[in-house]
């Protein structure tokens, strides 16, 4: 079954409203990555996140790892029409080799001017 | 530099047939991940190759198979095609030692009928 799980499946957001989605492992993670897919587009890498606790921002977006290094987040602020698409954590298990990745199932984010 | 690119983009295949897809990595990377996209399921880790091995496996039944020629590019097939077949193919190229971040290709989109 799936092993990095992402909450929530959907988010609506008025434009210029803040959200965050979530990022959770079963297991401890080498690593983080967050991908952005537009719709009818392919994932597009966004960020990774390597050491327990670190946070890292990209204008209005700000990632975060979590202290055990299971879960993560991605928070953005004054969303845009732009931020529309589905946006994918994926992770590399500490139990796998570096190159295996294991994808969310993705927050899809609809955005309403 | 050019991106990555997978060929054919759209494919009809029937039950029971083969299929196999074409991706060509960016220039300089020497690893190749594949990923099955479905909707609700996120990307699928299928398989990883790096300097014609295959390094990483996921979950797939042996139907699916792939392999690396010595130029980096990879082909991936699946025998006996179902019906669940159906999905996206997405090939991904990155640079071992570096930051591991992915670059995707646009995809293959399979149907099965």
């Known amino acids: 079954g799936q092993q990095v799980m992402q909450i929530p499946q959907y988010q609506h957001v008025q434009e210029g409203e803040d959200f965050t989605t979530y990022c959770n492992s079963s297991?401890?993670?080498?690593?983080i990555q967050w991908y952005k897919q537009r719709p009818g587009g392919h994932p597009v890498f966004l960020i990774q996140?390597?050491?327990?606790?670190e946070v890292k921002k990209q204008k209005r977006l700000t990632f975060q790892f979590g202290e055990a290094k299971k879960n993560s987040s991605l928070h953005i602020t004054a969303t845009q029409t732009t931020d529309v698409g589905t946006y994918f954590c994926?992770?590399?298990?500490?139990?796998?080799?570096?190159?295996?990745?294991?994808f969310g199932a993705g927050t899809q984010v609809v955005v309403t001017p | 530099k050019a991106g990555v690119t997978q060929t054919p983009r759209y494919l009809i295949k029937t039950r029971g047939q083969q299929v196999t897809l074409s991706c060509s990595p960016i220039s300089g990377h020497r690893s190749v991940s594949w990923y099955q996209q479905t909707p609700g399921q996120g990307l699928q880790f299928l398989f990883e190759y790096f300097s014609e091995t295959q390094r990483n496996k996921g979950n797939f039944p042996g139907r699916f198979s792939g392999r690396q020629f010595s130029n980096s590019r990879s082909e991936m097939n699946v025998s006996t095609l179902e019906l669940g077949d159906s999905a996206l193919y997405l090939c991904?190229?990155?640079?071992?030692?570096?930051?591991?971040?992915?670059?995707f290709g646009p995809g293959t989109r399979l149907t099965v009928t």
């Open positions: 996140l390597v050491k327990s606790g």
């Open positions: 297991t401890t993670l080498s690593n």
């Open positions: 994926a992770g590399t298990m500490t139990t796998d080799s570096w190159g295996k990745l294991q």
């Open positions: 991904a190229s990155s640079q071992v030692g570096e930051r591991g971040e992915q670059y």
